[in-house]
C-alpha cells in the first residue's frame, strides 16, 4: 500500500471509533464534486454531456466545507470534472485540510502545473494524476494527443515542488497487458508515490459504452496484468485484498454508503456510480432514506452486475479486515512483506 502511513493511522482510529460506538454505516471517503465542467472531453466519462446550464453550476467553498463537516468521512476526494477549473479550488483545499481533512486532489493535470502555486505541499494532501495507462493508450481515452505528456510534466514539476503525486488509472476494454506492466515500471521511475487502477463503470451517459469490461473480463485482464505484483515493487493505492479481488482471487458485494457523493445537485443517491434514486438534501437524509438493499453485484441489479471499482469495493474490504483479529493480522503482515520487498528494489 502506498497509502501515507499517517493517513492510514488516521483512517484506522476513525474505524475503530466508530467499531466501539457501534455504528454500522459511516463513510470512509467523501467523493467532492464541486463542479462537472471539465477541459477533456474522455470516451469512458458522461459527465461534460451534462447540458450548459448545468455545467455552469459551482459548488461554493463554503458548501464544500460543510459537506465534508456533515459527512465526517476522514479523506475527502475532490474531483469533476476537471476542479482546477473551479475559481475558488485552492480555497475548498486549503479549507479542507484546516479541518483536518486528508485531501485527495482529482486532475487530468492539463492545468496542474499553471495552479500548483494555489496549493502547498503537505503529508494531509495527495495531488492524484489522471494517466489511463501509457502514451497512446491515455491520449485515445482522452480523445486528444499531447496530454499524457502534459500530464506527465506536471506529476513530475509537482514532485520536484515536494507534493505527494499519484496515479488514478481507469482500464478499458481491449487495452494490452505488457503494456500496461510497463506502464507501472515506468511510473515507477518517475517516482510516483502510489497508482490506483481499477476497471472502468459502464456510464450512462459515456458516449461509447463498448469500452467497458465485463466481469469475468475484468478478472482476467487483472489476473494477467498484475501478476507476481507483489514483488515487482509496484506501489499501489489500494489494499492486497482489492487486488486480489480484482484477480478473481476473493469475492465481496460493494458498501455503497462508503464512498458517499456530494455533487452540484446535492446527495447522490445510491452510490457514487448510481443516479436512480434522485439526492437528498442532507447526508443524514442519504442515510435514512436510500435503499442500500438495492446496490451490489448481489442485489441483482443489472447496473451492479459487473461493477468492480474500488469506491464501492473497498470499503467491503475494510469491513471484512475489520471483522476478526486473523483477518486484521494477515492484512498487516501482507502489506510489511509487499514494503519489505518494495523497499529492497
Not at 74 to 93: D, F, K, N, Q, T
Not at 102 to 121: G, H, M, S
Not at 149 to 170: D, P
Request: net charge positive.
Amino acid at each position: 500500500m502506498a497509502i501515507p502511513l499517517r493517513m492510514q493511522l488516521a483512517v484506522f482510529r476513525y474505524i475503530l471509533s466508530r467499531k466501539i460506538r457501534g455504528v454500522d454505516r459511516y463513510p470512509l471517503v467523501l467523493m467532492l464534486e464541486p463542479l462537472f465542467a471539465c477541459n477533456l472531453e474522455c470516451a469512458g466519462c458522461g459527465k461534460v454531456h451534462y447540458p450548459p446550464d448545468v455545467l455552469r453550476k459551482r459548488l461554493s467553498a463554503q458548501e464544500c466545507w460543510e459537506a465534508a463537516e456533515e459527512c465526517g468521512a476522514p479523506i475527502v476526494s475532490v474531483a469533476g470534472g476537471e476542479p482546477l477549473i473551479h475559481p475558488e479550488i485552492g480555497r475548498i483545499v486549503e479549507g479542507l485540510l484546516a479541518r483536518g481533512r486528508y485531501v485527495i486532489l482529482c486532475t487530468n493535470a492539463v492545468l496542474l502545473e499553471q495552479n500548483l502555486a494555489k496549493f502547498r505541499p503537505s503529508s494531509q494532501l495527495i495531488l492524484s494524476v489522471h494517466l489511463d495507462g501509457p502514451e497512446k493508450v491515455h491520449d485515445r481515452v482522452v480523445c486528444r494527443q499531447g496530454v499524457w505528456r502534459a500530464a506527465v510534466s506536471a506529476l513530475r514539476r509537482a514532485k520536484s515542488e515536494g507534493f505527494c503525486v499519484t496515479t488514478n488509472t481507469t482500464v478499458f476494454t481491449g487495452e494490452d497487458t505488457a503494456e500496461f506492466r510497463r506502464f507501472f515500471d515506468e511510473m515507477m521511475a518517475v517516482g510516483v508515490d502510489g497508482m490506483t487502477i481499477a476497471p472502468g463503470y459502464a456510464y450512462e451517459k459515456a458516449p461509447e459504452q463498448d469500452r467497458f469490461l465485463e466481469r469475468k473480463n475484468t478478472q482476467a485482464w487483472f489476473r494477467k496484468t498484475l501478476d507476481g505484483w507483489r514483488s515487482k515493487g509496484w506501489a499501489f493505492n489500494h489494499s492486497p485484498f482489492y487486488l486480489d479481488f480484482l484477480e478473481g482471487k476473493r469475492d465481496y458485494d460493494c458498501t455503497p454508503w462508503g464512498n458517499p457523493l456530494r455533487n452540484v445537485f446535492g446527495w447522490q443517491k445510491p452510490c457514487y456510480l448510481l443516479d436512480d434514486a434522485g439526492y437528498a438534501k442532507t447526508y443524514r437524509e442519504l442515510l435514512e432514506t436510500t435503499d442500500w438493499k438495492c446496490c451490489g453485484p448481489m442485489s441483482g441489479n443489472p447496473k451492479c452486475a459487473d461493477c468492480m471499482t474500488h469506491v464501492g469495493f473497498e470499503p467491503s474490504i475494510v469491513i471484512d479486515v475489520f471483522s476478526s483479529p486473523r483477518k486484521f493480522l494477515q492484512m498487516v503482515l501482507d502489506i510489511a512483506a509487499i514494503g519489505g520487498r518494495s523497499g529492497a528494489r
